[in-house]
């Protein structure tokens, strides 16, 4: 079935680059997301890339798409504390139905 | 708006207890969803709602029934509450005028339910 993997932790130092990777298996996939939970909240939309697109940028945050490995990535460049939460990875191949991965969890020291 | 907002935030049952957790929305969606959250396994699909009178079952559903009487509202009823059923539930809603071909989810704060 399908499946959305991430590593469960990162930690940057502030002002560094951070890079979140995630992997998909569902080669229909259409849609890529980038969802940020923030403690005792629900996800937000972040950012979402179409699959017949290989890079998006937007401000700070740059999506990498390698369709060929089923790959995304997410660049928060100059990271800041208030970028410590939770990232989900997340693909949809249409419709409403969504995968997500597991989350990681995005320590940033000062 | 309020977007979409769930009650409670936090609650705690006994087992064997029923209980109906809330989920409103005022943004019009057509769809609505239900997930769990647990440590290490990202977010679970209980049942959807692709419009009013119309549910399905997703990945995880036993224990658990839904009803979509109006566009606004999609509870989730627990029958008979489990230890296994302890975690935080997220309700979410979307439509097909949304970002990126309407797959786009809007989700509530979430409740989180402790059953002992």
């Known amino acids: 079935g399908e499946d959305v993997e991430q590593s469960l932790f990162l930690s940057v130092r502030e002002g560094d680059s951070s890079v979140i990777n995630c992997t998909y298996t569902?080669?229909?996939?259409?849609?890529l997301y980038w969802y940020k939970q923030e403690p005792g909240a629900g996800l937000q939309l972040l950012t979402y890339?179409?699959?017949?697109?290989d890079m998006k940028q937007d401000q700070r945050l740059t999506v990498l798409l390698n369709k060929k490995d089923k790959h995304l990535s997410l660049r928060i460049a100059d990271t800041q504390t208030g970028d410590s939460a939770i990232y989900f990875c997340?693909?949809?191949?249409?419709?409403?139905?969504?995968?997500f991965g597991a989350g990681t969890r995005l320590f940033v020291k000062a | 708006n309020a977007g979409v907002t769930q009650t409670p935030k936090f609650q705690v049952l006994k087992t064997g207890q029923s209980m109906t957790l809330q989920c409103a929305q005022d943004m019009n969606h057509e769809y609505m969803s239900w997930y769990r959250q647990d440590p290490g396994m990202g977010l679970r699909l209980i049942h959807y709602?692709?419009?009013?009178?119309?549910?399905d079952q997703g990945e995880v559903p036993n224990g658990y029934n839904v009803s979509r009487s109006t566009t606004e509202d999609f509870p989730l009823r627990l029958l008979s509450a489990a230890p296994s059923q302890t975690s935080v539930y997220f309700c979410?809603?979307?439509?097909?005028?949304?970002?990126?071909?309407?797959?786009?989810?809007?989700f509530g704060p979430g409740t989180r339910l402790t059953v002992l």
């Open positions: 709602s692709v419009g009013a009178g119309i549910t």
């Open positions: 997340a693909e949809s191949t249409g419709g409403f139905k969504t995968i």
């Open positions: 979410a809603s979307g439509d097909s005028r949304g970002l990126a071909g309407g797959n786009t989810q809007y």
């Open positions: 890339i179409f699959s017949n697109m």
């Open positions: 569902d080669s229909s996939s259409t849609y």
